[in-house]
């Protein structure tokens, strides 16, 4: 007879079997793992993403943030023994550039730590959000009334594309079509 197999901890327990690669910059470390990149921090902050998800043109696309903390882990790779080089046509060194982009990324995702310290911090960091997003939409209605010149096939195939996409979306989202729950 089988035995049953019980399954110990939860879903964000990482298998050392699992882990790919991890690097430690300094106040945070980066844990990429067959599944997804981890950022963690001293204060026990983690945020893992996964690296693709299913866009609403029904193709899996790597996440941006998945992007950036494997592409930090590399950068940080490929500069051992060289930090002091110039980064590429630049002014900086390889270490200056390492610096900047370890700034960027952990003022961005201990943001959502910090925000939440301070009511005032955090209504205006949704109302930040909500005039990007603002502008975002502004600019996908803008593309999508603009015709693309007539002998690019590519372009005409992405914007017929894009726009069957926001006529499904607006369906669903006024309730005008059926959905499996509905």
Known sequence: MAKNKKQQGFEFIIKESDVLERESFGSFEIVITKGYACFKNYTGYRVFTTPYAVGLDGVAHETSLYAWLKNMVDFKKSIKGKENEMFGETTSTNKEFLDGMKVLTEA?????????TDINEAQKEAENYMKWMEQQMKDLDKSMNTTPPEEDLKANAEFEQKAIIAEEAEEIFDGSVETEER
Do not use: G, T
């Not at 961005?108 to 939440?116: D, E, Q, S, T």
């Open 108 to 116: 961005n995702l201990i943001k959502p730590m910090a925000v939440f």
